[in-house]
T-cell receptor, first 106, second 113 residues
């Protein structure tokens, strides 16, 4: 069965430090993966998708098929990056990981 | 388009009462999804519709939960009777395709006391 795993529920970093959110997947075909972000008490919104290979708000994510990972990275975290992040795998529906809450401290 | 519209934004109700959550998807989106978000379980898919027809309701926790989509522009999620463990944020999302291009509503924060 298709599945997405985010092993870290909470992640705390200092402003200006690098941040990496882990995401691993299990999928029988060639996956397309997304990262969604939810700022405090707001709706979920798409942050980026691997197929577009773009950087959004300084975040990047590379699909590593060998490690079946799609980790989200940002070299210098900002306070406004504090949010909940979900890794997601589309199939006939969108399967979300458990989510990682990121807190960026001043 | 105003996006996916959910109502109410907040709902506080007493245990045993019926609760109805509402969702208006984006016009033209054929898929509609109901998710529940809690700290313990994250984001869970409860049910989804395609062209107003329920396709997968395997995530609906129990018979107390029911969902309908009487037309392309409206869906409801009903809990009867409600219990404190149903307290969560309920999100509705719609999309043109299965799995892609989801637009989420602002959610309904339900508190059952």
């Amino acid at each position: 069965a298709q599945r997405v795993t985010q092993p870290e529920k909470l992640l705390s970093v200092f402003k200006g430090a690098p941040v990496e959110l882990k995401c691993n997947y299990s999928y029988s075909g060639s996956p397309e993966l997304f990262w969604y972000v939810q700022y405090s008490r707001q709706r979920l919104q798409l942050l980026l998708r691997h197929i577009s290979r773009e950087s959004i708000k300084g975040f990047t994510a590379d699909l590593n098929k060998g490690e079946t990972s799609f980790h989200l990275k940002k070299p210098f975290a900002q306070e406004e990056d504090s949010a909940m992040y979900y890794c997601a795998l589309p199939d006939y529906k969108l399967s979300f990981g458990a989510g990682t809450t990121v807190t960026v401290r001043a | 388009d105003a996006g996916v519209i959910q109502s109410p934004r907040h709902e506080v109700t007493e245990m045993g009462q019926e609760v109805t959550l509402r969702c208006k998807p984006i016009s033209g989106h054929d898929y509609l999804f109901w998710y529940r978000q809690t700290m313990m379980r994250g984001l869970e898919l409860l049910i989804y519709f395609n062209n107003n027809v329920p396709i997968d309701d395997s995530g609906m926790p129990e018979d107390r939960f029911s969902a309908k989509m009487p037309n392309a522009s409206f869906s409801t999620l009903k809990i009867q009777p409600s219990e404190p463990r149903d307290s969560a944020v309920y999100f509705c999302a719609s999309s043109l395709e299965a799995g892609y291009g989801y637009t989420f509503g602002s959610g309904t924060r339900l508190t059952v006391v």
